[in-house]
């Protein structure tokens, strides 16, 4: 066919009135939060390229605090407009949801995210190394462990300040995660929050093969359980012949209307939506660190470098717990006689197995994480009730719990020996003489780890609790009391250590810290007490920011 034919035919077609493709309909100002946190990470790239390095560190610190409190600033805005409530609604083509949980969660991790970056960016309490103040990051992350090359860097005053663009991709990740309403958006969210955790995780200035180990380990249990969640994507596109939430929920329902012929075969298969939708359970579920999904938690939460660790613990908790309410809530509530009975199975095992575990540790490191595991069985509690309430109470729940979570990492980072960070319990004997300050303010977050009356974590459990018992789940409601209970013992027993125990003559010093990580656990003990004392207003915010929009 001659090269004229060929244009011919074009010509033709085109005249023929071929549909243009359309253009997409981006409601910019809805998704700024998001955007204006991705647009200060690639700018944060540039300023690794192009900025002299002795002027990154401030360079970075000072572009995440903008980004992050203006991000902040657009979710207020947002919520004052009504995009909470009244004007909640679907952006983005069906993409992204701008509802009330979307903004309480986006709030919430961006908070805690302002915290957790002061604690990226202490330079204070590890030893002038060759008169250059040092963080907790290494100083190269490409060289070898122990090589000369990681020796001259050392030497030259090197730092990794690309922790912080590292962190705002995650941030970014974990903003459209909990207000993604396809499955598409949903997996592409979780891998640009997922893929600098991997390596953030890597970089830990002290023990580098420990935390390299970490990375690997997160790595390759996220990459398992990322495919789990395509395949589950998969299946349900093959169930409900699309990835949009409300599409599969119709499909679910039998209100589905136009349906199309070449999907008719497949559509409604039982078997595709009950497979598909356990398999995109399980990758949430992963990502939350229930059990039997959990395997990671311990082994990355004492590799990370601490600071990581905080923001990891806090942060990705929010998200993940944020998109595990959307699916169940808005995806599969005609479902909920299938999935109840295995996330009842799925609570019990992650209290009882986090609260009895952590008994056993010795690194405060794990057991802050097998604590973690605990609480991620006492949230699912409040997501089991299957009501507003269950929703409203996970969402205060999940806020009191990020303030504590970086307020005790950052708290961690602080007690110090030759070798860098004392993690061992045995090192934390008598630290309420040497440093009683540091003591109560670390007691503080562990009774609200363990849920005391007057500290954040008891108004929180009240609230899951009280929503799993009018759910009809009196009996999970039993079960937690026991593994707090039985998690009560473990914190109450690092008080007892620190305050009624001889301090030797050997131990650890507690190191001084810049105003940063001081900000950090003082925000973190101030939300402490103030949502255990009066939760009234914050729990009434969760209600309110409790709908869905479908």
Known sequence: MSATSVHSLWTTAAAGGIDKIPAPNIEYTQLSPTLIVLGAALLGVLVEAFVPRGRRYHAQLL????????????????????????????????????????????????????????????????????????????????????????????????????????????????LVFPAADDLLTLFVALEVFSLPLYLLCALARRKRLMSQEAAVKYFLLGAFSSAFLL?????????????????????????????????????????????????????????????????????????????????????????????????????????????????????????????VVAITQTDIKRLLAYSSIAHAGFILAGVIAATPAGISSVLFYLAAYSFVTIGAFAVVTLVRDAGGEATHLSKWAGLGRRSPLVAAVFAVFLLAFAGIPLTSGFSGKFAVFKAAADGGAGALVVVGVIASAIAAFFYIRVIVLMFFSEPKADGPTVAVPSPLTMTAIGVGVAVTLVLGVAPQYFLDLAGQAGVFAR
Do not use: C
């Open 231 to 355: 395949f589950g994507i998969a299946l349900l596109y093959g169930y409900a012949g699309s990835v949009s939430y409300a599409r599969i929920a119709e499909v679910v329902d039998g209100t589905v209307q136009n349906v199309d012929p070449a999907l008719a075969d497949t559509m409604g298969n039982d078997v595709l939506l009950l497979i598909g939708g356990a398999l995109v359970l399980m990758g949430l579920l992963f990502k939350v660190g229930a059990v039997p999904f959990h395997m990671w938690t311990p082994d990355v939460y004492q590799g990370a470098p601490t600071p990581v660790t905080g923001f990891m613990a806090a942060a990705t908790k929010v998200a993940a717990f944020g998109a595990l309410l959307r699916l169940l809530y808005v995806v599969l509530p005609g479902l909920r006689w299938d999935w109840r009975p295995v996330m009842w199975a799925v609570a019990i095992i992650t209290m009882l197995g986090g609260a």
């Open 63 to 174: 572009l995440s605090f903008v980004a992050l409190a203006g991000a902040f600033a657009a979710v207020v805005a947002l919520a004052a407009h009504q995009y909470g409530t009244d004007k909640a609604h679907i952006a983005a083509m069906g993409a992204i949801a701008v509802d009330g949980p979307a903004l309480f969660l986006e709030g919430t991790i961006l908070l805690a995210s302002v915290v957790a970056v002061f604690t990226f960016a202490e330079r204070r309490l590890d030893p002038e190394t060759h008169g250059n103040r040092v963080d907790s990051f290494a100083a190269q992350a490409a060289s070898v462990p122990g090589s000369d090359s990681e020796k001259d860097a050392v030497r030259a005053g090197f730092t990794t300040t690309e922790v912080f663009p590292l962190a705002l991709f995650a941030i970014g990740g974990m």
